[in-house]
């Protein structure tokens, strides 16, 4: 087991492009650190260079106290899990888990012993004869995940090994890799574009996009702190809900919506947010921080009347979308209450939740 | 729709069934079997034609008397095999079908690498170029290395006098005119082999490759653990194809050296050629030419069962 040390690594193609530009990042021993980001941010390229997968255009990767830029893959010591698994079709269960070991010359006791091992914490004993075609997708990813703990890497590597899977197998799978993450804590670097996947599975999340670092942080860091824009858009689910504003000095701070509603900017913010007076800024505010409206209210909560436009019942909870100031927002609200399509709704803004982002920077400030 | 018509999804559902038409016939057509084997049937005939009828033929003229008045049963058969002249024939037909097909199957398997590793558009350009031995007609591209291999004119001749050596009679001794036959079919053979293995190499996923690197295996070692295994159906049904094939091949032989130099590159084409329509006994032609038949068959046999259960067992 080891640290890993990403340090101003680009990744350039033919023609120019930078798929990687200059990205920092210590990835401490045992930790599980995911890489997210929207398609082509740079993640998964980020992976194939710590596998040795793809060259490194300029920068380092440290792996365990050494460089390994010019470190085959097969001598990094690392173990990787495909999108598609890659298991080999022609082998057994068995013979796939065992093909790293058998490379290395272990001996065959051992193998058997490391395989079953391996196989008795994923479950997958009765299905080491088999061929990878016999196989469920969920059986497939135990594999897959089996024939990388067995050789006991010093670094796993995941590259969107859930994306294949139906919703429901996602789910339990991604408790299962936390699972052995606690069984085996070897460190763990998983690359996904989900961030609820992300978000669940972190010790740190890593926030990329048009190749570069955006944010790094704990999952609940990430989801209350954002530091620019596109990170509070893209952690959180539903997305976080944009307003533009102007910051306006009216008997006390505020945030002015261009239809002239005002909305109090809380006591404890009045500092952070005054230099910014008379400026047009962006208002984030998340769908579950617009609720439906309570007897009696908590300092900070701005109330407001919305026109319903869609209703989307979710079970243990009911999504509105509606405009305000002709931008359309989604508001989460408990799934008692009653709306309906071109209701009025009021709705509950708890401005103690608000980020305010600066437009020329992106930055939340 | 182009027409103007509106397409109602789910219509079929409400509409009530069209009433029956017509009789027999057009219920018979209307069944899908019955309009594949329509379909089919032209080929069919021709095969029938073409395949089966001259197959069963040359079974019942291989059982008759050189005047083809009488049945002799296995007879003709018999006297081949206790024949010194045809075990010389079974000995170069074998050793000729199977150093060309391991040599084609070698060297296209190293043209396919090549070429699988050659980036961009100049691979389009290699491949055609080196599929042209094969798309040339067999008889025409023999008289050419026919003329190369002329021992006062020949080009290989006069470069190896150039050169200083000796020169070689190619076609002039028995083993050399079996190497050089060997070699001509080589060089016309490997396209294909090429050209079948290199589609074969670009459906093996990229990321098995990745994941045999990262679990410490050399190029070698991706070679025979993952290429080898991955390709294997490919190669088994080509090199059973090219088998029967060169074990067949009449053409350059027939051209090079008409089964000399001392009857030393005889095939069973070429022997059946000359005993059945040069010497005028058809039937013993026809043994000749059916003797391989029941060991490819049992071969092509048991090679396409074992590639049938290895689909079933890794395609995905």
Redesign the interface.
């Known amino acids: 087991m080891a640290n890993v040390s990403i340090r101003k690594v680009v990744k350039s193609y033919e023609g120019d492009v930078q798929a990687v530009k200059g990205i920092d990042l210590e990835i401490e021993d045992h930790e599980f650190v995911v890489l997210v980001g929207p398609s082509g941010c740079g993640k998964s390229t980020t992976l194939r260079m710590i ?3 793809e060259e490194i255009t300029a920068g380092e990767i440290w792996i365990g106290g050494d460089v390994v830029n010019d470190v ?3 001598d ?1 010591d ?3 899990v ?1 999108q ?1 698994y ?6 057994s269960v068995f013979d796939n888990m065992a ?2 070991l058998k ?2 010359k272990f001996p065959k006791d051992e193998i058997k012993r490391l395989v079953d091992d391996a196989a008795k914490m994923l479950d997958i004993q009765m299905l080491l004869d088999r ?3 016999a196989l469920s997708g969920g059986q497939r990813q135990r594999v897959a995940m089996g ?1 990388a703990i067995v ?1 006991n890497p010093k670094v796993f590597l995941f590259d969107e090994p859930l994306s294949n899977l139906d919703a429901k197998l996602r789910v339990q799978m991604r408790t299962e890799i936390k699972k052995v993450h606690q069984l085996v804590p070897t460190t763990t670097v998983y690359v996904t574009h989900d961030q609820i996947e992300a978000m669940t599975l972190a010790d740190r999340v890593v926030v990329m996009n048009h190749g570069v670092i955006e944010q790094v942080g704990a999952p609940q860091e990430l989801y209350h702190n954002p530091q620019t824009r596109f990170v509070a858009g893209f952690i959180g689910s539903p997305a976080m809900n944009f307003l533009p504003v102007q910051v306006v000095d009216d008997s006390g701070l505020k945030v002015q919506l261009a239809d002239g509603t005002k909305m109090a900017i809380p006591p404890e913010r009045v500092d952070r947010y005054g230099p910014y007076k008379g400026k047009k800024m962006t208002l984030g505010i998340r769908p579950e921080h617009m609720t439906e409206t309570h007897e009696s209210e908590k300092p900070g909560v701005q109330l407001m009347n919305a026109k319903v436009d869609v209703v989307e019942p979710m079970g243990m909870e009911t999504l509105v979308h509606h405009f305000v100031d002709g931008v359309a927002v989604c508001s989460r609200v408990d799934p008692n209450t009653k709306c309906r399509p071109g209701e009025i709704l009021p709705l509950a803004i708890d401005m103690n939740n608000m980020h305010l982002v600066e437009d020329s920077s992106s930055r939340v400030v | 729709m182009a027409d103007g018509s509106t397409m109602v999804v789910g219509a079929s559902a409400t509409t009530p069934p069209a009433p029956r038409q017509g009789g027999t016939m057009k219920r018979l057509a209307r069944r899908r079997s019955m309009a594949a084997l329509a379909l089919c049937a032209p080929l069919i005939a021709l095969i029938i034609c073409l395949k089966i009828y001259p197959t069963f033929y040359a079974i019942f003229l291989s059982m008759l008397d050189r005047k083809m008045n009488h049945f002799v049963g296995l007879d003709n058969f018999a006297y081949l095999l206790g024949r010194p002249s045809f075990h010389l024939v079974i000995f170069q037909s074998c050793l000729f079908a199977v150093t060309a097909v391991v040599m084609k199957a070698i060297i296209g398997f190293i043209l396919a690498h090549l070429m699988h590793n050659i980036r961009g558009s100049s691979q389009r350009i290699w491949r055609g170029l080196l599929l042209v031995p094969w798309v040339i007609p067999l008889s025409l591209s023999t008289l050419t290395w026919w003329w190369l291999f002329d021992p006062s004119y020949s080009a290989f001749n006069w470069t190896l006098s150039w050169l200083g050596l000796p020169e070689v009679p190619f076609l002039g001794t028995v083993w050399n005119a079996r190497i050089s036959v060997i070699m001509v079919n080589t060089w016309f053979g490997a396209p294909f082999f090429m050209i079948m293995y290199l589609a074969a190499l670009k459906s093996v996923p990229e990321q098995l490759y990745e994941a045999a690197a990262i679990d410490g295996a050399s190029a070698w070692q991706r070679l025979i653990f993952i290429t080898l295994p991955m390709m294997r159906n490919i190669i088994l049904i080509t090199v059973l194809y090219s088998l029967i094939v060169t074990f067949a091949d009449f053409d350059i032989v027939r051209i090079l050296t008409n089964g000399g130099p001392q009857d030393g590159t005889h095939l069973f084409a070429t022997y059946a050629f000359a005993v059945g329509i040069q010497s005028g006994n058809i039937p013993r032609g026809a043994s000749v030419s059916l003797f391989m038949f029941p060991v490819l068959a049992t071969l092509a046999f048991f090679v396409l069962r074992d590639v049938l259960n290895r689909n079933k067992e890794v395609a995905t």
């Open positions: 596998a040795g997968l085959p893959p097969r990094r690392i173990a990787m495909f598609n890659a298991l080999y079709p022609h082998m093909f790293g490379l290395r061929k990878p075609k024939r050789r």
